[in-house]
């Protein structure tokens, strides 16, 4: 499944309306004073037999909560007018600090950011940003291509734009998804509704169009591309590891635990092509723990046996912890033995990890910055209608 451009981050996605209310109110407030008031309302939540009623938050506010909590809910209340019950803000709670539109301060109270300011100000710049982070402009697409729809009609080619752009596959999670999205869109105007079916608005068509498929499709195929190149590297530095210089390979090992910051790092045993052993020293805490590393140069599985030989060479250098490296995968009965309470504590590396450590460190890899041109054409339609305005 393809996760090269993730999208729709906020599950319980919400009106834009809640979320200029909500602004407003939570600028002042501290961060640790609105997750109170949000666990205090979750944790109350009743039995199927003995639902609890959210529907009058005038009545079951000053009941529930208590002290800041009740406060905080109060004031959600009544300077939304009434409109926004606190029961349900969470999903707004997510997408204010997904879109980076409060900000805490040195004293852990929230601040509008420029970002949260342009929002307030309908910036058309920052909602349409916002809006392509959580696939409103594919919504609208798909909604474009058809008279009337139904939610049913559109959940086939949404389910496949999530499977691809977002963490979210369950049908329940799609539905939702989806749901949310189109009161959104309707509150707007983008998408009007009859019942239970929707149809694309002239102004949705024309938000729509200010999102260039041909663009984002050129976009896609150029992260695709070095996505691949850069898994053909990784594939070719696995396999430059396990067939260097044996004295090489040793260096590469020296240095990329000198990185990591290891000291007095010192070769106890060579293994020939098959590894090496270093023992050396890493600060833990306010403490400097002697360790054992066992670096094996196999691509295929490395099994017990091998933890086995680390757990006596911790014991034989009187060492405190141990780590064991591979070039390829640990078997299911090697990672079990590593997490045994008894035994001592082992830390596990696999060939990915460390192709990972090494693209981190810069060992033997080089890191290479590349410029993506985007035309703005905002800027260049504003500047023809300055042109029109003047030879008018």
């Not at 092509?273 to 490395?302: C, D, L, N, W």
Request: net charge neutral; glycine share 6%; charged share 25%.
């Amino acid at each position: 499944m393809s996760k090269q451009t993730l999208k729709v981050r906020t599950p319980q996605f919400p009106l834009y309306s809640e979320v200029r209310h909500l602004l407003q109110t939570f600028e002042g407030i501290s961060q640790s004073a609105i997750k109170k008031m949000l666990k205090t309302i979750e944790e109350q939540t009743g039995t199927p037999r003995h639902p609890v009623d959210w529907t009058a938050p005038g009545s079951w506010i000053q009941k529930r909560l208590s002290g800041e909590s009740a406060v905080l809910a109060q004031r959600i209340w009544q300077e939304s007018n009434n409109e926004v019950n606190p029961r349900h803000v969470y999903g707004s709670y997510l997408f204010i600090n997904n879109s980076g539109l409060l900000s805490d301060n040195v004293f852990g109270v929230y601040q509008i950011t420029p970002r949260g300011q342009a929002f307030l100000d309908n910036d058309p710049k920052i909602l349409a940003e916002i809006d392509d982070s959580e696939g409103i402009p594919q919504l609208l697409r798909i909604l474009s291509g058809k008279t009337t729809a139904r939610r049913r009609d559109l959940l086939p080619e949404w389910s496949d734009f999530l499977r691809e752009h977002s963490h979210f596959g369950t049908q329940a999670t799609i539905r939702d998804t989806l749901r949310r999205r189109m009161n959104n869109l309707v509150e707007r105007g983008f998408v009007s509704r009859e019942g239970v079916t929707y149809l694309i608005t002239k102004k949705g068509l024309d938000y729509a169009e200010q999102f260039t498929q041909a663009d984002l499709d050129q976009k896609r195929d150029v992260v695709r591309s070095i996505k691949a190149f850069n898994q053909q590297q990784m594939q070719k530095l696995s396999s430059l590891l396990a067939f260097m210089h044996q004295r090489d390979f040793e260096f590469l090992v020296l240095e990329l635990l000198e990185s990591m910051g290891y000291e007095d790092i010192k070769i106890t045993k060579e293994g020939g092509s098959k590894g090496v052993e270093v023992t050396a020293f890493i600060q833990f805490g306010i403490s400097t723990v002697p360790e054992v590393i066992h670096v094996r140069r196999y691509q295929t599985s490395t099994g017990r046996p091998a933890l086995d030989q680390l757990h006596e060479a911790i014991a034989r250098r009187n060492c405190l912890r141990g780590t064991l490296i591979t070039l390829g995968r640990f078997t299911r009965e090697c990672k079990e033995a590593a997490l045994t309470a008894e035994a001592l504590p082992v830390k596990l590396i696999d060939g990915k990890h460390l192709l990972q450590l090494l693209s981190q460190y810069k060992i033997g890899v080089t890191k290479q910055l590349l410029s993506l041109y985007h035309i703005d054409d905002e800027y260049f339609s504003s500047s023809n209608d300055t042109s029109s305005t003047s030879e008018n």
